[in-house]
């Protein structure tokens, strides 16, 4: 077991203090990054001491240390999961070859593109969720934003050291744009759309952390599965941090639908209105959120037929997630029926790699969809709750800009325009869940929006300070 050590200034699990020269450039990099955390992170609570886990070594069973840091204090650091002695690649025209411990000249702009995209959501996300702290419905919500900011900051920290250690000056360079970008930037934006929606309330949080942190764990397990094998020990480990991201976004919508339901049986009503006027999210009104976050999410996977993704499956860089419950890895012979708005066509499985990805993501989707219609069903309600269409509100792909509604059924432009604020937060929707965001911050209360979580953090009680504001 690699242990972490942390008697150094970038703590790592990586044997840093052997290379100098790395170990100097990443120490030219910690300062900026601070800078950036400072200005960009969460606004207003740098002193506050906040119940941080951090991790102490990489293996699944303890690698979380629990203890109040203040965030600017976090241990950020580089940790990669321990190499799996005899690694091969897993896929591809090359399966079955040894993985590879340095980047192949043919493939190095590829896989620096790979890196820094997936290295600019990090930074980006907690750029979204800066001002969410002011509007906390309760300290364990602050508690559970400020941990899934600091990781994510710690997933930028993967990215770059990727850069740095094998990307040599293009690395470093890339690396300073990752600080340079900044989410809904007019002149330099984030890479993609999604990272440069707003985040401004915390409905949208949860939904961020249920569907765009859950595009995350899909692209890191295709990225585990590449043959650069550095690439794909950093992604392992970050896929055990990001587990704690979508169960933030899974509880959090579940307990805005039990609160909801508590006042729905109160006021002995499913009527939208009345549930609004006694201080609840109204279910139809969740319904279009869950469409907005979902539809933006599926964007992230790219167009339905890409020559792209069949390159980076071909060349072994990156993977279909969990590649070995497949049967075929080289996929020469295959083809998929894809739809698309001229009809249906067959197109080489290696093109369609994207929408594969696609679908097994709205199937781990549907796990939470499940989970909350059974507390709207045992509540004696009839509405549910769905995922839209993968067809409905894409920007990106086959479908993009189609007037499709969110049972894909295609509409007039007309139709669509005329009906999409019933199917999106309109403008009133929002101000409405704005007017919810009460900051509440005495341990153990809740505001009137959402119902207490099951339990605390790490067995503490749900009263626990897990944020100490001073
Ligand atoms: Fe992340
Ligand atoms: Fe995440």
């Keep these: 077991m690699s242990s972490i050590n942390y008697a150094e200034k970038i703590p790592n699990n990586v044997n840093l203090v052997s290379d100098r020269t790395l170990q100097r450039a990443l120490e030219h990099w910690q300062p900026h990054f601070l800078e950036w955390w400072k200005t960009m992170g969460p606004s207003d609570f740098q002193a506050a001491d906040v119940y941080l886990r951090t991790a102490i070594s990489v293996d699944a069973q303890g690698w979380a240390h629990y203890g109040a840091v203040k965030m600017p204090d976090y241990r950020w650091g580089i940790f990669l999961a321990d190499p799996l002695p005899g690694r091969t690649i897993g896929f591809g025209d090359q399966m079955g070859e040894p993985a590879w411990q340095q980047v192949p000249g043919e493939y190095r702009s590829t896989l620096r593109r790979l890196i820094v995209t997936q290295g600019d959501t990090e930074p980006a996300s907690v750029e979204q969720q800066r001002l969410l702290g002011h509007t906390c419905p309760s300290l364990y919500d602050l508690r559970n934003l400020f941990q899934v900011n600091v990781e994510e900051g710690r997933h930028l920290w993967a990215m770059v050291y990727l850069l740095h250690a094998y990307f040599g000056r293009d690395g470093r360079e890339e690396a300073e744009e990752l600080l340079a970008r900044h989410s809904g930037d007019a002149d330099k934006p984030r890479i993609l759309t999604t990272f440069n929606e707003p985040i401004s309330d915390w409905l949208s949080f949860y939904c961020f952390t249920y569907f765009t942190d859950r595009d995350g764990k899909y692209q890191l397990k295709s990225l585990a599965e590449s043959a650069f094998d550095p690439l794909s020990r950093t992604c392992r480990f970050m896929l055990t941090e990001e587990a704690h991201h979508m169960f933030v976004g899974e509880t959090g919508i579940g307990r805005v639908v039990k609160r909801t339901l508590e006042v729905m049986k109160e006021l002995g009503t499913e009527d939208p209105a009345r549930v609004r006027a006694a201080g609840a999210v109204d279910l139809p009104t969740l319904q279009k959120y869950l469409n907005f976050w979902c539809s933006s999410s599926l964007d992230l996977f790219g167009s339905e037929i890409s020559s792209n993704s069949a390159a980076n499956f071909a060349h072994g860089l990156k993977g279909r997630p969990d590649e070995s419950q497949y049967e075929d890895h080289v996929l020469r012979e295959k083809t998929m029926a894809l739809l698309t708005p001229e009809g249906e066509q067959q197109v080489p499985m290696l ?80 101000a409405f869940v704005h007017s919810l965001q009460q900051k509440v911050v005495a341990p153990g209360k809740m505001a009137a929006w959402i119902a207490p979580p099951e339990r605390g953090i790490n067995n503490l009680p749900v009263e626990y300070e897990y944020v100490k504001l001073h």
Excluded at 378 to 384: C, E, I, K, N
Excluded at 389 to 412: C, E, H, K, N
């Design 351 to 430: 093109n369609a790699l994207n929408e594969v990805m696609r679908e097994s993501y709205l199937k781990d989707c549907e796990i939470g969809l499940k989970r909350w219609n059974r507390q709207i069903e045992r509540a004696g309600f009839p509405f549910r709750l769905t995922l839209p269409s993968s067809r409905f509100r894409r920007s990106i792909g086959a479908w993009a800009g189609q007037p499709v509604d969110p049972q894909g059924t295609m509409l007039s432009k007309k139709e669509y325009e005329k009906r999409l604020p019933d199917w999106i937060p309109s403008e009133a929707d929002r």
